[in-house]
């Protein structure tokens, strides 16, 4: 049958048919590398569900249920649509920022240096912020967009140093207050204000620092580390974990091996 299939259309249709087939992948693969780890993620786990017991209904035949779940289907896309503005628009940013030159892999060197030297850099000012009881809030722009983030600070855009990032966490000076942003290539804006988690099982003795921190990683998929002003302890909060008192040496292990590793993990995967 599949023999028949082929020698009935032409070598070009063929083409465009796995061209269609191939982009419908890259397509839902890309969506899914940028859902993974964020709210969006149990968000399509809910559609799957209810698609599928969309299809069970009518399948044995329940006219009411499948009805019920038809009206699911319709209305849920408008409820998607206001429920998750946010998220859309910034898909949709990121999807005007994308460059052909990020989708052929050819910055990933560029990207490693920047990245060991922006680890670094943090595990070194931690470090030195911890010494000195200087509190401290520094966001890891994973995959998904902080821009709404980064808008309730300010601006920085600058290269990122140790000077600068201790500078702006010094006590009673204008930007300390609130969390940096930071990506693989720069300080994006410091002063943010980041959502603060509501998650009763963390110890009361966590105040407002660590909470937003919590609170950024229960919504994206962002590295979180705090310096404690209090007790100078390191920790870090990811996908709505808090770990606490990290060693120079752990840091710059656990950020290494958990910030923007999809690339890394293709590229290993590719060499195998
Ligand atoms: N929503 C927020 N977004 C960003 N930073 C915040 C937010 N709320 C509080 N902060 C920061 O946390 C500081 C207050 O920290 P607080 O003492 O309440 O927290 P903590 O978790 O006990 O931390 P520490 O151990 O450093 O005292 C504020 O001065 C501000 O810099």
Request: proline share 1%.
């Amino acid at each position: 049958m599949i023999a028949d299939y082929l020698s009935n259309i032409g070598t070009l249709t063929l083409i465009i048919h796995l061209l269609d087939i191939l982009l419908v992948w890259v397509v839902v693969y890309k969506l899914l590398t940028l859902l993974k780890g964020t709210r969006g993620m149990q968000l399509v786990k809910g559609i799957l569900i209810v698609i599928g017991l969309k299809i069970f209904f009518s399948f044995i035949g329940f006219t009411t249920m499948t009805y019920i779940f038809d009206q699911v289907v319709t209305w849920g896309v408008l409820g998607i649509m206001i429920i998750f503005q946010p998220e859309l628009r910034r898909a949709l940013e990121y999807i005007g920022r994308v460059q052909l030159s990020n989708i052929l892999n050819l910055n990933i060197k560029k990207e490693k240096d920047n990245k060991a030297d922006i680890i670094s850099s943090i595990v070194e000012t931690t470090r030195h912020m911890s010494r000195r009881r200087i509190g401290a809030l520094l966001v890891l722009e994973n995959y998904t967009g902080l821009d709404e983030y980064v808008e309730s600070g300010i601006i920085i855009n600058a290269a990122v140093s140790n000077e600068l990032i201790i500078n702006i966490f010094i006590p009673n000076t204008p930007l300390h207050d609130g969390a940096m942003i930071l990506n693989k290539d720069k300080i994006r804006a410091a002063s943010c204000v980041l959502p603060l988690s509501d998650n009763r099982s963390i110890a009361s003795s966590y105040g407002t620092r660590h909470r937003a921190a919590l609170g950024l990683s229960e919504l994206t998929d962002a590295i979180v580390v705090v310096v404690s002003e209090e007790t100078g302890k390191i920790s870090v909060c990811q996908n709505g974990v808090l770990t606490t008192d990290f060693k120079s040496d752990g840091l710059s292990k656990y950020l290494t091996e958990n910030w923007l590793t999809q690339k890394d993990n293709l590229l290993r995967d590719k060499s195998k």
